[in-house]
């Protein structure tokens, strides 16, 4: 099964709407992975993390940057978006290319 290609259009704090900041011990800004596109590692499901390849435009992996989320306690999608909560954070994305 091909896996979803998603962009991550905004972050935030499990209310949903303050824009999720970055602690000190963590070496990243969420700021910076607004805007970038992922492939699923595996289906995205809850009770496990979510797990992201960033790619290219061309959908090639790079493989500096990754994506692995707390546990994931709820996913929401349409043919357009998909929400995924979990322990900690609100991740929305477009979905630019659905699993076939």
């Known amino acids: 099964m091909d896996k979803r290609k998603l962009k991550i259009v905004k972050i935030t704090e499990r209310d949903g709407e303050t824009p999720k900041k970055s602690h000190p011990h963590q070496d990243f800004s969420y700021d910076e992975l607004i805007g970038k596109t ?11 993390s979510m797990f992201l390849f960033n790619v290219n435009e061309d959908g090639v992996i790079i493989s500096d940057l990754y994506l692995r989320t ?9 043919d357009r978006s998909l929400v ?12 630019i290319e659905p699993n076939n």
């Open 84 to 95: 995924v909560t979990t322990k900690n954070t609100v991740y929305f994305f477009e979905i």
């Open 38 to 48: 992922f492939v699923e590692a595996y289906e995205t499901k809850e009770n496990s």
């Open 70 to 78: 707390s546990y994931v306690v709820e996913v929401k999608q349409d």
